[in-house]
């Protein structure tokens, strides 16, 4: 068995950014995904602020550019001049891959774990897969998303966390081709809607929501928005498939590393609570993590880990924090018409310029 630094565990967005930064300080890093085909998606499009440079992406995995967003409540829209961009999370990650050196980072798919096995002191000495196959690395990291697989079984991510799920159709689009829509108020039963321009004269129209109960038949409610005079006016559809997927929305933790076990992205919960933006948020973490991983190793000193932890509590702790006790409010009120209708009236008293910061999540120095 080759003897490797880091052994990553998940192939996504988290994954993928760490691997890359692994790579270009020479470590020997495998990466294991339980997926065949790493760019089969169950949802293809993303709504971002990121800046692409800061994390060298190029153009080619932007599907759209945004410049202005419309808010909509029952009775008033606010509209919002800002760079955003609708990203093909596909041609991202496939630019990752491409971009990741092949002399230090090994990939493996089809590779489905299944658990650990820790020494006496606690540190991971296994990762075993369903066959009974087992890796090993010097650091053992979970990037498994939202299934979470090492984290909940060591207790750093609670093992049942309550899910937002989103649901999306591909439509054709009437409207401006650089603007952006999201939708809330009763009409989206404490959820919300949301279309992402494409090109060609197509749009994403898709409806998420936390609440369990309306989860359990999104696409019925997908297809209620679509009978709505005002998506009606934006869209039309003209086919079947639904594409989607869930997000962890609980916690805001604090802790992700163990001994030798490091956690990044949505096995740890994250994505912005009120944003909902994973990609910003799960990047940077991931390079934080690898600079505290780099240098655990260069210094044989597993401790170091922890300098991650306390690199992101520094830079998002506090910002996490008022995100989430925002998200119990929206969850809450949502629903009431008169409060989306005052709230989008208040966003009114803003600059553009600082809804957008908020949007964006704030984490730019
Ligand atoms: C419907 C929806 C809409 C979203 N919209 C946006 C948006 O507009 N903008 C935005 O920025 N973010 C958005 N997000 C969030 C964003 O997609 C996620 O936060 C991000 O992809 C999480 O990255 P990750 O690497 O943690 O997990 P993932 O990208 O899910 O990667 C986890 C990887 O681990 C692999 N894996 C899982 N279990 C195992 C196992 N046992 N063994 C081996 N491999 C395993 C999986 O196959 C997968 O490849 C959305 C999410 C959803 C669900």
Same mark, same amino acid.
């Given at each position: 068995m080759d003897n490797y630094d880091v052994l990553i565990v998940g192939a996504g967005t988290a994954g993928l950014m760490l691997a890359r930064e692994l790579g270009k300080s020479g470590l020997k890093t495998l990466l294991l995904d339980r997926k065949k085909d790493l760019l089969s998606f169950s949802f293809s499009t993303l709504g971002s602020f990121i800046d692409l440079d800061r994390y060298q992406l190029t153009d080619y995995v932007v /599907? #759209?550019?945004?410049? =202005?967003? %419309?808010?909509?409540?029952?009775?008033?829209t606010r509209t919002i001049k !800002?760079?955003?961009?609708?990203?093909? *999370?596909s041609k991202l990650h496939e630019e990752l891959i491409n971009s990741i050196d092949s002399n230090y980072v090994n990939f493996k798919t089809? %590779?489905?774990?299944?658990?650990?096995? &820790?020494? /006496?002191? !606690?540190?991971?000495t296994q990762v075993l897969d369903k066959n009974g196959n087992n890796y090993t690395g010097k650091i053992i990291v979970d990037a498994s998303g939202t299934v979470g697989v090492i984290s909940k079984q060591v207790g750093l991510m609670p093992k049942s966390?309550? +899910?937002? =799920?989103?649901?999306?159709?591909? %439509?054709?689009? &009437?409207?401006?081709?650089?603007? !952006?829509?999201?939708?809330?108020?009763? #009409?989206?039963?404490?959820?919300?809607?949301?279309?992402f321009p494409l #090109?060609?004269?197509?749009?994403?129209?898709?409806?998420?929501?936390?609440?369990?109960?309306?989860?359990?038949?999104?696409?019925?409610?997908?297809?209620?928005? +679509?009978?709505l005079p005002l998506i009606q006016s934006l869209v039309e559809k003209d086919n079947e498939t639904v594409e989607g997927g869930s997000l962890p929305i609980t916690p805001v933790l604090e802790k992700f590393v163990q001994q030798n076990l490091v956690c990044v992205g949505d096995s740890v919960s994250q994505v912005n609570p009120i944003v909902g933006e994973g990609y910003k948020f799960i990047f940077e973490a991931a390079?934080?993590?690898?600079?505290?991983?780099?240098?655990?190793? /260069?210094?044989?000193?597993?401790? @170091? @880990?922890?300098?991650?932890?306390? /690199?992101?509590?520094?830079?998002?702790?506090?910002n996490y924090k008022r995100a989430k006790y925002? #998200?119990? *409010?929206?969850?809450?009120?949502?629903k009431k018409d008169y409060l989306v209708d005052m709230a989008i009236l208040l966003t009114k008293l803003r600059s553009d310029e600082s809804i957008i910061r908020s949007l964006s999540g704030e984490v730019y120095d």
């Open positions: /599907a #759209q550019k945004m410049e =202005t967003a %419309v808010l909509y409540s029952r009775y008033f !800002g760079n955003g961009y609708i990203l093909d *999370k089809g %590779v489905h774990i299944k658990e650990i096995i &820790k020494d /006496a002191s !606690g540190q991971i966390v309550l +899910l937002g =799920t989103g649901v999306e159709y591909n %439509v054709k689009y &009437k409207g401006n081709p650089s603007q !952006g829509h999201l939708f809330v108020g009763k #009409q989206y039963q404490g959820g919300y809607g949301w279309i #090109q060609n004269g197509r749009a994403i129209l898709g409806f998420g929501t936390f609440d369990n109960q309306v989860a359990k038949e999104l696409k019925h409610r997908l297809n209620d928005i +679509l009978e390079i934080m993590a690898s600079k505290a991983i780099i240098e655990a190793l /260069a210094k044989k000193d597993l401790t @170091l @880990l922890h300098s991650y932890e306390v /690199a992101w509590r520094k830079k998002f702790l506090t925002s #998200q119990e *409010k929206i969850f809450k009120y949502s």
